[in-house]
């Protein structure tokens, strides 16, 4: 089932969001110490190893689950730790570490100054207080300063995904009920101002019944990055505490070229394994670098980006190609030989 302008999921009357939250935070422990937590890896959803380890160790049964796929929108991960603490400010942080005041990220300090997201902020942190609870919330910060390869308009914008309540992850069933989160405290001809709330939630696209129909939904011509495909009513893990969580990439924001490697009986194992890791270095591998750590802002730089973009790389062509295991440390250097090819790709987002 698609959905129309008006889901089905945001119309849940207020009053029953705000008891799904209750009930929440009823379940869980309260208030805490707050440290950083870094967003979980996204694996592509033909990754068959991945789903297969699901499917064999885990008690769900995929499906039989609800489905719900999102945007996935082409920015910079943001997460914002609100604490129960009337004490603490505030804390921003971008994928892989926190922010400090003086570190300019895609101008998110001016973005998160301005309404309405400095009003959100200020609302969830008065939640957070009065019901003793911390927020982590998670989102996508967008626009014309970050990557330039969606036309999302002429102002950054952020766009909430995934919000932990308590540091436990909720169901996006639940993530969902954050519109009758900010609506708490607010005198009622608050809401009759234009405002929704929805505006700054990732949109949801379908909701599907079953694991296989949903990794067939359709994106051919799809605007947009692609879409993320998980369970909508239950968060669920593996064993080793991954969660199953997927995304569908537009073809045009692959991190992997498709290019048949030509078949040379003279060429060795390794040399083959180094024309198709070339393959994992491309265009949109370095942009998706540049949107976790911000941007390069001079040469100087550049060994710690192309160090980042080879372990990218990396990470990605091994889960690929499991028999590098048997390779010895020596030839996968060679394997691995592409310092040339990202440093090139770098130059053309040096700022200075």
């Not at 129960?84 to 994928?95: F, L, M, P, S, Y």
């Amino acid at each position: 089932m698609k959905y129309g302008k008006a889901t089905i999921i945001l119309n849940i009357f207020c009053l029953t969001m705000s008891r799904i939250y209750d009930i929440v935070i009823a379940l869980h422990k309260k208030g805490g110490v707050m440290n950083f937590k870094r967003y979980s890896s996204i694996e592509n959803h033909n990754n068959q190893d991945f789903i297969t380890n699901f499917k064999q160790h885990c008690s769900d049964d995929l499906e039989e689950q609800t489905f719900i796929i999102t945007e996935k929108i082409d920015g910079a991960n943001i997460q914002f730790m609100i604490s129960a603490d009337e004490n603490e400010r505030t804390i921003v942080c971008k994928r892989n570490s926190q922010l400090e005041t003086y570190e300019d990220f895609f101008d998110i300090w001016n973005v998160i100054a301005g309404e309405p997201y400095n009003w959100l902020l200020q609302q969830l942190k008065r939640i957070a207080v009065h019901d003793n609870v911390n927020f982590r919330l998670f989102g996508e910060l967008y626009g014309p300063l970050i990557n330039k390869r969606i036309n999302y308009g002429d102002e950054q914008k952020i766009k909430f995904f995934d919000v932990y309540i308590n540091d436990v992850l909720q169901p996006q069933s639940v993530f969902f009920t954050m519109p009758a989160v900010f609506s708490r405290f607010l005198p009622e001809n608050h809401l009759s101002k234009e405002f929704s709330y929805e505006d700054y939630l990732v949109k949801p696209l379908a909701s599907i019944k079953g694991l296989t129909a949903a990794l067939d939904y359709d994106i051919e011509g799809f605007y947009g990055e692609g879409v993320i495909i998980q369970p909508y009513t239950k968060v669920i893990r593996n064993f080793s505490g991954e969660r199953f969580i997927l995304k569908k990439k537009s073809q045009q924001f692959k991190d992997i070229e498709h290019k048949k490697i030509k078949d040379n009986s003279e060429q060795t194992q390794i040399s083959i394994l180094n024309e198709e890791f070339k393959l994992y270095i491309t265009e949109n591998r370095v942009l998706d670098t540049i949107s976790k750590h911000g941007k390069i802002k001079n040469r100087s730089e550049l060994g710690k980006y192309i160090s980042l973009v080879l372990k990218d790389a990396i990470e990605d062509f091994n889960k690929n190609h499991p028999e590098v295991e048997n390779i010895a440390e020596k030839e996968l250097k060679i394997v691995y030989n592409v310092g040339s090819s990202i440093a090139n790709l770098l130059l053309k987002f040096v700022e200075g």
